[in-house]
């Protein structure tokens, strides 16, 4: 009764992984949950107010989206990345994740996908019926592609359409992506499009953020939404910016988003102007305090010459490698860290990753983020203590997983 294409697919990991630590724990066990990344903190009270203030609003919306969402958006964006976008080129959707299969079932052409890449790519691409370009990328690349690993792919054949998915901050890596000028470089020298997916882009833990739409705006669609920096992942609420040289794209998606969705729920839009227009930029600063503390200190007490990591640059994850031989596949080896230590990672393999190579995703996000914010909102350097007092699950979870990484 299945079709072919989705009979080999399964639940996205991220979710299942969730569903698996949530059933050791009805079992009274103690799990530390590093498999799953959402935020920790809670929404801004005034937005939430704001949707109190709209749950009254019964109408459809256009299907684009609320115009004065839009506009907000657009000015939003257009002040951080200096770029003059217009509320026609916003698109809402339900969850920038939506958006993205939007796009896959339209796009006609090769999917360029880093590995490591977000769990969802690949399997929307299948679904999009389009042909996955995997690029393995290398520690010392600060994990992403290089621009001379994307124009190999594009020079097997130039007259195919191509469409790359760049996320930074990454996830699983942590890593902020520094060669955006040779990739734009190739982008406006073949017919490339780029997915800028930069959902976790005010939790860079570093100022001054930089997207590779201020290299090539005419060839870049920004994909991003509420659920990272404003702890809204259950609202549903993301976006594209698509520039108008890539109208034909956007026309596309509002056609194929009034056949699906129709329109994203309306009290949350109305509650969404709030989050753009409003200055958030304290919640925001304390956010990423929090997690940039909290990502060092894992960072700081897991690398050896057993752990192999790279120094997180902005969200919610972290990429160890653990050095062993004792496991053949990254799989086998994350179930073997659930069973002797009951810290819940992701195998790299679900990233795209040869499952050969011993890496694993580990969110930093298994504490009470509100609790540590309303406890810390004027300190400027938290320290471990801080950590041990409003992380401790993190704290005890970093000591178990060392060991196991020393016993193998
Ligand atoms: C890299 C990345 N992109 C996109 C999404 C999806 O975000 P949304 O909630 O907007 O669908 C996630 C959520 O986990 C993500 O990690």
């Given at each position: 009764?299945?079709?072919?294409?989705?009979?080999?697919?399964?639940?996205?990991?991220?979710?299942?992984?969730?569903?698996?630590?949530?059933?050791?724990?009805?079992?009274?066990?103690?799990?530390?949950?590093?498999?799953?990344?959402?935020?920790?903190?809670?929404?801004?009270?005034?937005?939430?107010?704001?949707?109190?203030?709209?749950?009254?609003?019964?109408?459809?919306?256009?299907?684009?989206?609320?115009?004065e969402l839009r506009e907000a958006v657009a000015k939003y964006t257009s002040t951080n990345k200096n770029y003059n976008y217009k509320s026609e080129n916003v698109i809402i959707g339900p969850g920038s994740k939506e958006l993205m299969f939007l796009l896959h079932v339209l796009f006609d052409g090769d999917v360029i996908l880093p590995a490591p890449s977000w769990v969802s790519?690949?399997?929307?691409?299948?679904?999009?019926?389009?042909?996955?370009?995997?690029?393995?990328?290398?520690?010392?690349?600060?994990?992403?592609?290089?621009?001379?690993?994307?124009?190999?792919?594009?020079?097997?054949?130039?007259?195919?359409?191509?469409?790359?998915?760049?996320?930074?901050?990454?996830?699983?890596?942590?890593?902020?992506?520094?060669?955006?000028q040779e990739i734009s470089d190739i982008a406006k020298k073949y017919n490339l499009i780029i997915l800028s997916d930069e959902i976790y882009s005010e939790l860079s833990f570093e100022e001054g953020f930089k997207s590779i739409s201020s290299f090539c705006p005419e060839k870049t669609i920004i994909s991003t939404g509420l659920s990272k920096w404003c702890g809204a992942g259950?609202?549903?609420?993301?976006?594209?910016?698509?520039?108008?040289?890539?109208?034909?794209?956007?026309?596309?998606?509002?056609?194929?988003?009034?056949?699906?969705?129709?329109?994203?729920?309306?009290?949350?839009?109305?509650?969404?102007?709030?989050?753009?227009?409003?200055?958030?930029?304290?919640?925001?600063?304390?956010?990423?305090?929090?997690?940039?503390?909290?990502?060092?200190?894992?960072?700081?007490?897991?690398?050896?010459?057993?752990?192999?990591?790279?120094?997180?640059?902005?969200?919610?994850?972290?990429?160890?490698?653990?050095?062993?031989?004792?496991?053949?596949?990254?799989?086998?080896?994350?179930?073997?860290?659930?069973?002797?230590?009951?810290?819940?990672?992701?195998?790299?393999?679900?990233?795209?990753?040869?499952?050969?190579?011993?890496?694993?995703?580990?969110?930093?996000?298994?504490?009470?983020?509100?609790?540590?914010?309303?406890?810390?909102?004027?300190?400027?350097?938290?320290?471990?203590?801080?950590?041990?007092?409003?992380?401790?699950?993190?704290?005890?979870?970093?000591?178990?997983?060392?060991?196991?990484?020393?016993?193998?």
């Open positions: 009764m299945l079709k072919n294409i989705v009979k080999n697919l399964e639940p996205s990991s991220t979710l299942k992984i969730n569903e698996i630590s949530r059933q050791l724990e009805e079992k009274g066990e103690k799990i530390f949950k590093f498999g799953f990344g959402q935020s920790p903190f809670q929404i801004p009270i005034n937005i939430v107010n704001e949707l109190k203030n709209n749950a009254y609003q019964n109408k459809y919306l256009p299907m684009q989206g609320l115009k790519y690949a399997p929307q691409a299948i679904l999009g019926r389009n042909n996955i370009q995997l690029i393995q990328t290398k520690r010392e690349n600060n994990w992403f592609p290089t621009s001379s690993e994307i124009e190999e792919i594009i020079l097997k054949d130039k007259n195919k359409n191509y469409l790359l998915f760049l996320n930074s901050p990454n996830n699983p890596s942590g890593q902020i992506c520094k060669n955006l259950g609202w549903r609420l993301g976006y594209f910016i698509v520039p108008d040289s890539l109208n034909i794209l956007k026309n596309s998606i509002n056609v194929l988003a009034s056949e699906t969705f129709s329109a994203v729920s309306a009290p949350i839009q109305y509650a969404a102007i709030t989050a753009y227009t409003n200055d958030h930029s304290k919640y925001i600063n304390n956010s990423r305090n929090i997690l940039k503390a909290v990502g060092n200190y894992v960072y700081e007490n897991l690398k050896s010459n057993k752990v192999l990591i790279n120094k997180p640059q902005g969200g919610f994850y972290l990429m160890p490698e653990f050095i062993n031989k004792k496991f053949n596949t990254s799989s086998e080896m994350c179930d073997n860290i659930l069973k002797e230590t009951s810290v819940a990672l992701l195998p790299g393999s679900d990233f795209g990753f040869n499952k050969t190579k011993m890496l694993a995703r580990l969110s930093f996000t298994d504490f009470n983020g509100q609790d540590f914010m309303n406890n810390t909102q004027n300190i400027k350097k938290i320290n471990n203590d801080l950590i041990l007092k409003f992380a401790p699950k993190i704290v005890e979870g970093v000591n178990r997983l060392k060991k196991w990484s020393e016993s193998i």
